[in-house]
């Protein structure tokens, strides 16, 4: 069925709005992911889509997020995601905070994260930002080497609140903890980049889980399952394992954590 643009344009049916942009952000043609995403840069057509009262939920409950999941799944991604990444400099579609997180949670479907979506996650990174903690797990979702050579940037960076690095390594980066981009950005930590302090704390969110200890006042994440590291995810980790017990490095390891690693190290260490 032939998508209506006239129904962008003008329309206040809010059923048909959504409905229609959701049309477009489905297409196969790039014309059509166009002609959404200059809409989509438009606050007319964004206060539409959704009122101001509407702005009061959640974000993911807008219509807007309908919208943009759409483009995010869509089949034939290269223009969907190419007008994700565009609306980064859209001021109008930027001005309000729900999009801004609905925009940083979005980009995490365009692999590899190209410099403007790089750019956009890392000015809502600061120390002070609102979606500091949403771009963290996105990063790590994302897993491509931009965006987790940019999770780097903010591990290592002094300004960071030290006690929210250690809820991201225990959470994001546990979660992820077999992704090779992810795991080769962790052995520079652990080696080089990381300050002193931190480095046994992500030695542990590698190869611990306690999640009595770690994990109070929210769900606990859950670490992947190791049979399905991959056999470069599990050289890695001998690497990394291997350089936190040598003494030389003074990484200082609890002897539980020590022995966790050891015991982890055993399994997968490649048989002579």
């Known amino acids: 069925m032939p998508k209506d643009p006239l129904i962008l344009k ?17 297409s196969d043609q ?9 809409f989509l840069s438009s606050e007319e057509f ?8 509407d702005y009061n939920q959640p974000p993911l409950r807008l219509r807007l997020a309908k919208v943009l999941r759409t483009l995010m799944d869509n089949p034939k991604p290269a223009a969907a995601h190419a007008g994700l990444v565009s609306l980064t400099t859209e001021a109008p579609f930027i001005a309000l905070e729900p999009r801004q997180e609905l925009l940083v949670r979005a980009l995490v479907a365009v692999r590899p994260a190209p410099p403007k979506a790089v750019q956009y996650w890392d000015s809502h990174s600061h120390p002070d930002s609102t979606w500091r903690h949403v771009v963290m797990d996105v990063l790590c979702d994302n897993g491509s080497e931009p965006a987790v050579d940019l999770l780097e940037k903010k591990l290592v960076d002094p300004l960071m609140d030290p006690d929210e690095k250690i809820v991201w390594m225990r959470d994001p980066i ?4 077999l992704d090779v981009p992810l795991l080769k950005v962790c052995r520079r930590m652990v080696i080089s980049t990381l300050e002193p302090r931190f480095k046994p704390v992500l030695v542990e969110a590698l190869f611990d889980y306690r999640p009595d200890e770690w994990y109070v006042d929210c769900t ?8 399905t590291a991959s056999k470069e995810a599990k050289e890695l980790l001998v690497e990394i394992g291997d350089h936190a017990l040598d003494a030389y ?15 982890k190290l055993k399994l997968i260490r490649p048989r002579p």
């Open 10 to 26: 003008s329309s206040t049916d809010k059923k048909e709005l959504v409905r229609t942009a959701a049309e477009f952000a489905a």
């Open 30 to 38: 790039s014309a059509d992911i166009h002609t959404l995403v200059t």
């Open 46 to 53: 964004l206060n539409r889509l959704d009122s101001a009262d």
């Open 174 to 177: 546990l979660r992820h903890r």
């Open 220 to 227: 606990n994440p859950s670490p992947p399952d190791p049979a």
């Open 249 to 263: 490095h003074k990484i200082a390891l609890e002897p539980r954590t020590r022995a966790v690693i050891e015991a």
